[in-house]
């Protein structure tokens, strides 16, 4: 599998190269290799072979070989095409709020202001709630019709109440995913602001650049990086994304909310098929090295610098 | 260099920071404040809910009908347990690609990662039927082995990115003066690297701690973590919000609080020590 | 005791060979330098003697046993690391016990060597703070008690100096030589300064890309230095190279002359040239002369302190040929 991250460029420290440390640098590193590959391989061999099997768990003893067929239901499944695009509406629609709005936050914040401390302890809080705890919140205290607060407020208004959930399932999961990683987004593009060399923008402000140009031509460059890290830390967590669709639509109405995790879900260990369940995980290993290569060509310059 | 800031625009700035910190923090707030009140108070308008009479009975409540302790206890198993093992893992290999760093050791560290980009639903089905064969099924040790692989790739990243820092010189001086390996370890290495295993640890503890999609599929009631006893909410029952608030702001505050306290070494932990 | 005999030592990094074959002997009580430029393979060469790299062949002899595979804390030597290389989580203390507690020296005899070293070293008062408290002489002071409590057969020092401030490094350089007078154990000592070699070494190794360019006692090579590059690396300032003319005149490709060995006049000498930079030390002057006709590089010469020229004088100069330095078109001495 292909990864697209900065990799530190080459030790300078001498290398401590007698047989003795090698031998020994080989037997303290093996224990997490061969578990990382155990746990890598094995399941994926056996994703692999079960999805060119009928392998239903309601019919045990009636497992034979298919060939493609899982993969052709699979793929024609009308579902299919709504999960992946729900899946890049939802890793796309997240990805652009927090990056934007953690730009702007995070810039926001760089500035002095009394009571820095405190802000920044509860702009980082909703990162640490968990995604079952901030899925059910937002389901039920806010986004409820009838006892939501979002509710409450349409009735104050004179409105009718909206129900955010069943009207607009899609958006309001990117909504509730996006409050719950802007902090991440923020906090990092806080960290790489704050290491920005206040010299060179005070050179650049004596070159007669103004305020935005000073944004556009230091600032945003000298973020580059963090952007990166952050597109593709976010990236590797928000394709799996899975309890907030589990706690709050259920990937309805419909197939409105399912992604792929989810699809897959309901395939293996709510419908038992295991066979078009693993065909399912295939495609979405496949799927994920396809995102992983992508972002390395879009970003790799970012990374080496 | 210190710059002189009008009062006028650091008054705005202020204003506008508090603003949206309140905005993003107010969803934590709230449940709070729900958790205090009556399930009856808990569904009025938000104005009566502030005024209506404070009260513990939805904590009490919440221990009494779904024995919330034992879900509590389960959490803490998992995170320090898992956390624990993986570092027991990988301080060693760690140590063995930052101080004796060979031609492949950037490869092992890129693959290493890359486990982490292997989407989980790929192998739900197989872990599963490996856990019902095994009888792993709802088990705390299932569950610890599982969130210890899922982590132990961070662990090794960010230990390699402290133990970097740590000249080498030091531990050649050690090795000059008759320290094995063991005593290397033991005895230099892990008290100069006692910053970066603590934010290590707690930072893998959050994580585990707030793991939702293996907890959620592996679990039934036995050894239910926190988030699988959370998401048995989602089916509400009558009137619920104090109770569910009562239960979430349990669930919360630990991690929270140590999220908190580590929020420094957070950001080089989740990046890698890509951004410091 | 403290014998050290290396035999067709090479070391190569993969495709890289750093140390091509090398023999070399340092006698017991030997204070031994290493000196050349960066990336020379000094240090390559002392850590090879010390166990933390292996040799790719060869064979490393410790006062008559075989010592090339043994590990590092069996060679019974001691090393203090240009970082000092403290542990920053122990006390002055605990970072000298160290190699003792790892060797299970009885608590008693630790205490004696501690205190033994700590008074030698000026370091009785701050024995129980931590390395982080203590400033950058100190620190060096520390790594040399640690490696002292040892006893070791010889002491490996890897540029010690390097991080300290010019004052203190003259201070550190006599306090590291009366340390040998006192102890007569064989030191090896590595160094980018020649002056540091010049001024502490009984013997002085000058390397270049893994060769050794040749063996001697500082006055030896400052009189006879066996190639052009030995010539040029030790003495400061650099010795002048001439080449053409003025070198096939002496029945050589290059000839050589110390800028002390060349005498000034305002009036009349063998060369004339024009004074670009002088520079006041106080006692001597050194002035970088150009207009010479001798070729493109500037001449270098010393004059008493006294001499007012400043510039854009014009000088004459005479070499004191008996002290020239002749060389082939290969380098080597004639």
Redesign the interface.
Known sequence: MVVPYPVHSEPERPLMATQHSRAAARLMISPAVLLLLGWMLIPLCMTLYFSFLRYNLLMPGMEEFTGWMNYRFFLTDPAFMDALVNTLLLVGGVLLITTVGGTLLALLLDQPFWGQGIVRIMVIAPFFVMPTVSALVWKNMFMNPVNGLFGHLFQSLGLQPYDFLSQAPLASIIFIVSWQWLPFATLILLTAFQSLDQEQLEAAEMDGAPALARFWYIMLPHLARAITVVVLIQTIFLLSIFAEILVTTGGGPGTASTNLTYLIYMQSLLQFDVGMGSAGGVVAIILANIVAIFLMRMIGKNLDA | MARAVTNRRKAIVTVAAWLIAIAIFFPIFWIVVLSFKTEGNAIKDPLEVLTSAWTFDSYATVQERSNYFRHFWNSVILSVGSTVLGLIIAVPAAWAMAFVPGKRTKDVLMWMLSTKMLPPVGVLVPIYLIFRDLGLLDSRIGLVIVLTLINLPIIVWMLYTYFREIPGEILEAARMDGATLRDEIIHVLTPMAVPGIASTLLLNIILAWNEAFWTLNLTAAKAAPLTAFIASYSSPEGLFYAKLSAASTMAIAPILIMGWFSQKQLVRGLTFGAVK | MGRIQLEKVTKS?GEVNVIPPLDLEINDGEFVVFVGPSGCGK?TLL?LI?????VTSGKIEIDGTNATEL???QRG???V???Y?????MSVRKNIA??MK??KVPQDEQKRRIDAAAKALNLTDYLDRRPGQLSGGQRQRVAIG?AIV?EPQAFLFDEPLSNLDAALRVGMRLEIMELHERLATTMIYVTHDQVEAMTMADKIVVLRAGHIEQVGSPLELYHNPRNEFVAGFIGSPKMNLLKGDTARQHGAATVGVRPEHIAVSTTEGLWQGKVNVAEHLGSDTFLHVNDHGLGSEPLTVRVDGELPVKHGDTIFMTPDTSKMHRFDDEGLRL
């Open positions: 990094f240090s850590r010390a166990g933390l790299e292996d590990a590092p804390a030597l001691a090393m690391f240009q970082s290389a403290l542990y920053p989580h160290f190699p790892m060797a640690r040892r």
